[in-house]
């Protein structure tokens, strides 16, 4: 092994997954560094499950090769791979106290009595719960099973720790405050980690790097920041987010700049985009509610007047609707920067820079 | 109020029912027993089973009988439930048919059946003669181990149906969890599977052992008069002998020993860990 393969901790090769005729998961290509936190994050049925499943033994790819800490692993049983992994249900023994959940991997690995009620004493000062040790799991809430299935898994210093939609099962507010602490836990302890999830919030601010998946196909893998800017593909940018989608026709390309005209009747300028265009290409137009501003009317250097047709106030942002042309624009706006009245009828002003519009080709059915 | 009444009026026909051919019956024998041949009040019924030796070691044959039977139930049971719960709907289904599907015949001729087969002439000896395994033919039948076979035929169903329903609710993902924390299929069995299917093994074992007690028509056609049981001479004493009173008093001590045997297994096994992991 070179020394640049030793820090690999993971590493999918061309993994493919069947049942029956149905491919589940094509062509999987991944490397997770040591200390790493990466992200699947893909709509319902995409593979995610199927594809953690695979990692930890409890499937085995049809085609191609996985390999932990550089040791080939296609055919090794679930028990002898040394992972952690929590699971959607937090799948705690229910016959067995706090403390005895946690120390099952280690009663299994022979460590000695004293070591272990250390052990276990120091991952539930982690996870803040050292006072419920003594408890049954349906004696505790359910944020509090999943940190105890969190410290089960981390209590064995896994090589690799598998986390499968472990928030899901929460409420909005637990959800928040498991995130943050998953956060702390993956920066004091550094496991190299693999986490489930749908939730785009979930994986943008948790993960080193994000795997988004579509229907068993890498889509894009690349930093949050990357997947959020600059989406490989329609689908990337439309399932991170809300969108603004207008279809229109390539007008000018220039110096790396695009101009579209659109259906609608609205000049769009964008910025760079990661693949060519040509004048007279049919594309789809890309704008964020939250990076378009409301202005006064008139002044519109990007963008166009039109009318609010709809305001509603939810706390921290008002989310509106303006009609601008034959297109209706959802725009996102902090209450901050906006000095205007929000009335429905009134005429308002749509901007946006044009480093911020996306734009994807048409595909050819829609031309 | 109105709740109280209506859920009287529903139960008075099965209490009317259980207080008429259970209850009232059940007081009858019991003043009976207590009647010496002249009629009088007396316990010398009872006193004569717990002193003499020949009915001591009856019901010790009973109960011992019925301890092999829950033995192999149990052992030969609990696979059968364990596939039946990784099994899909459709073959549990198949497998509880296939399971009760004997009940549809009399225990008679399932017994007459058990009597061909392991009788000297019987298949099983004439293959192991055959084979040369053995040189004279195996006595499986008229002993314990004859009647202990026809009792775990007739009473396996209710251990694998009673363990099986409750390794159905075992949620499998904690097999998962056992795996990836380092447990053999092994290791998985004894600290999950096994602890957690408790509740239905206690039903099983309290369920055979009470039907083995006071089971009567296989230990008499398979255990011949050699293996006599407390049901078998209970019969004989009211059938034959005509000593109704001896008769009741032993069906008593068998239920006595019965509720007192099982109320002890259930305070051996219902320590605090059971109760707190097993009732809501
Ligand atoms: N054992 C199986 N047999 C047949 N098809 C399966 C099996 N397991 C999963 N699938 C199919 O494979 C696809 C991917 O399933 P998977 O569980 O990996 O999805 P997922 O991305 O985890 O979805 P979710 O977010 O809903 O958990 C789905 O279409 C599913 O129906
Ligand atoms: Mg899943």
Redesign the pocket.
Known sequence: MSSLNSMIDVELRNIQKR??Q?V?VKDFSLQVERGEFVSFL?P????????LNMIAGFLEPDEGDLFIKGKRMNGVPPYKRELGMVFQTYSLFPHMTVAENVAYGLKLRKVGRAEIEERVKRVLDLVKLPHVRDRYPKQLSGGQRQRIAIARALVIEPSLLLLD?PLSNLDAKLREELRDELKRLHQEIGVTTIF?T?DQEEALSLSDRIVVLNHGCVEQIGTPTEIYNQPASEFVHTFIGKTNKLSGRVTAVAAGRVTVETDGGLTVEAGEQRQPFVAGQRVHVFIRPEKIRLTDAGRTPNGGSGQLVMASFLGAFTECEVRVGDHLLSVKVQMVDSTLNLNPGQTVGCSWNSDDVLIMPAARDAG | MNRRLSILLLIAPSMAVLLGVFLIPMLLMFLLSLQDEAEQFSLANYLLLVQDPYYLELLWRTIRVSLWTVLCTLLLGFPVAMFMANASGRVRGIVAVLILAPHLISVVIRNFGWVVILGEKGWINETLLWLGLIDKPLRLLYNELGVVIGLTDAFIAYMVLAIATSLYGIDTSLYKAAAILGASRIRTFFSVTLPLSLPGVVAGITLVFSLSMSAFVTPALMGGSSVKVIPVIAYEQIMSTLNWPLGAALAFLLLGSSILLVSLFARLVETKRYKEVFTA
């Open positions: 049942f029956q149905n589940v893909g319902s049925g995409c593979g995610k499950t199927t594809t939609e489930v749908h």
